[in-house]
């Protein structure tokens, strides 16, 4: 059975390819070893170590029904530990940040990165004007 879907190309996965690591989309039933045997099999390469990652099964659930029927609605999350995939473009996002859920519009170019690296915790306001520790 074929477990890799298609390679992933993000921004994040290109300075990857830097490094010899390669990003794919894979069936959801594949473990690491069924994976690590396809691509050592149809690529023809030594592989060293396989990282996977999943989405969590609500919200991917979420996300799949706006996809099916065409709509645009905020998903709200307190997950910010969460991995942006290629689902998510073009869906808001409201991310909680301490205080209240701040609306981020997915992009491509967020893939592979963090929900909560796109909702500061903490604004900051300049540093203290008396503050002699910071002028030794």
Do not use: C
């Amino acid at each position: 059975m074929n477990q890799v879907k298609y390679p992933v190309l993000t921004e994040k996965t290109i300075r990857l390819l830097e490094k010899n690591q390669y990003s794919f989309d894979v069936n959801i039933d594949s473990n690491k070893t069924e994976i690590k045997k396809w691509i050592e099999l149809f690529f023809n390469v030594k592989v060293i170590s396989v990282n996977s990652h999943r989405l969590p099964k609500k919200k991917k659930k979420k996300i799949e029904n706006l996809n099916l029927k065409k709509e645009k609605k905020i998903i709200i999350t307190w997950s910010r530990a969460s991995t942006i995939v290629p689902t998510m473009i073009g869906h808001t996002i409201a991310v909680h940040n301490g205080q209240e859920h701040l609306p981020i519009y997915i992009t491509d170019r967020m893939v592979g990165h963090k929900l909560g690296e796109f909702a500061p915790t903490r604004t900051f306001r300049g540093h203290a004007k008396n503050d002699k520790k910071s002028r030794r």
